[in-house]
């Protein structure tokens, strides 16, 4: 079982930059790939950006990349999205999520993780 608590969400304006974290507790942070997901107001959860268990690999949504970053500190059992160049329509609770994998490999669907965190709410006013 994998405990997983985001933190950092707050309000800034458009163009500004944030920084979430995702902490993690329970089985050894780094047989996971981590991954970032958010919902809007009315609209269905959406892959964000992911990073393999070595941190070797990472994939952005089209939405976010170029502006966006995630990254991960398996000593700290924590994963960051650094998020720049921030705009309105990046408003959304954004979640945190684990998949038990061995392997390098990154998912984009939420099916494929097992643990989801209860989310941190990011605003960005225009």
């Known amino acids: 079982q994998v405990q997983l608590v985001e933190s950092g969400g707050g309000l800034v304006r458009a163009g500004g930059s944030l920084r979430i974290s995702c902490a993690a507790s329970?089985?050894?942070?780094?047989?996971?790939?981590m991954g970032w997901f958010r919902q809007a107001p009315g609209k269905e959860r959406e892959f964000v950006a992911a990073?393999?268990?070595?941190?070797?690999?990472?994939y952005y949504a089209d939405s976010v990349k170029g502006r966006f970053t995630i990254s991960r500190d398996n000593a700290k059992n924590t994963v960051y999205l650094q998020m720049n160049n921030l705009e309105p329509e990046d408003t959304a609770v954004y979640y945190c999520?684990?998949?038990?994998?061995?392997?390098?490999?990154?998912?984009?669907?939420?099916?494929?993780?097992?643990?989801w965190g209860q989310g941190t709410q990011v605003t960005v006013s225009s």
């Open positions: 999520a684990a998949e038990r994998t061995t392997l390098e490999v990154l998912s984009t669907r939420m099916g494929d993780y097992d643990y």
């Open positions: 329970g089985r050894p942070f780094s047989y996971y790939t």
């Open positions: 990073i393999s268990w070595s941190g070797g690999m990472t």
